[in-house]
């Protein structure tokens, strides 16, 4: 009798565990690569979607071109890429839906007395072919142009909207929208280029041609330094469940508000 009781006792525990480890729930996750400056957005449409679905949200910042590669080679669900996919890219089996714009501003530390500049000036400054503040009514100092790196979707934007691409003569290329803000507020002579929704206190944005970045602005095109915030799938291959799930929020009416809060113009 105790035999039997001893194995019954044995049973009912290899039972258990089994149940346990059947009844354990399976982590379903959805993955995002790309574009520092649509982290903003993208994490709060991210928290409240992870709150709502129990579906974990992940996001990775390592650029645009970065994202691009990564949903490319099948390193994430869905890309990042705060510009057009160029033309190699989506024919090379690539997708881009636009989730967003999003104005670019031209900073400059808050002690420099300028605060507006044209297009055609801020081109000629990135040039280098203006490169005292007192040429365009500042101070008598010199023009220190910080920039992104290669392969940002930043500076892929800005380039192509002021004419300048491949002619920028940057002192410092720096990999974050973050980095940018920093060096700029260190710096009375500096002047970059930041998204408009990642811009703090810690440094001044100037108009462009009077024009100051606001969502009525950027909607209606009369702010032209402006660039989309670009979701990345692949055209030939569905999206998971939980990706599709993630990519139907974020694209629904239901996060336009979300949006607009995070800085940025929803596209629909």
Not at 12 to 38: A, H, I, R, W, Y
Not at 196 to 223: F, N, R
Not at 239 to 248: G, T
Request: with cysteine.
């Amino acid at each position: 009798m105790r035999k039997l009781t001893v194995m019954l006792i044995l049973l009912s525990l290899v039972m258990s565990m089994l149940t346990g480890c059947g009844g354990k729930k399976e982590t379903k996750t959805v993955t995002t690569d790309g574009s520092t400056s649509m982290e903003k957005v993208i994490g709060a449409l991210g928290e409240v979607f992870q709150e709502e679905t129990d579906i974990v949200f992940t996001f990775n910042p390592t650029g645009s071109g970065s994202g691009i590669k990564a949903v490319l080679e099948g390193r994430c669900d869905i890309g990042l890429s705060s510009r057009d996919l160029k033309e190699e890219e989506a024919s090379s089996g690539l997708t881009a839906t636009v989730l967003a714009y999003d104005g670019i501003a031209v900073i400059v530390n808050p002690e420099n007395p300028v605060n507006d500049l044209d297009l055609e000036t801020v081109g000629k400054i990135y040039k280098g072919e203006i490169t005292n503040w007192a040429e365009v009514g500042g101070n008598d100092t010199e023009i220190v142009l910080i920039g992104r790196e290669a392969g940002s979707g930043t500076r892929d934007g800005f380039e192509s909207i002021t004419d300048t691409e491949d002619v920028c003569s940057y002192r410092q290329e720096l990999t974050s929208t973050g980095d940018v803000i920093t060096t700029v507020a260190q710096n009375p002579g500096a002047v970059g280029y930041a998204s408009v929704a990642s811009v703090k206190d810690t440094v001044k944005a100037l108009t462009i041609g009077g024009i100051e970045a606001t969502e009525d602005s950027i909607k209606d095109g009369s702010y032209v330094v402006q660039r989309p915030f670009v979701l990345v799938t692949k055209s030939d291959q569905e999206l998971s469940e939980e990706a599709q799930k993630f990519f139907d929020f974020v694209t629904s009416e239901e996060a336009h508000e979300m949006i607009l809060a995070a800085g940025v113009v929803p596209a629909n």
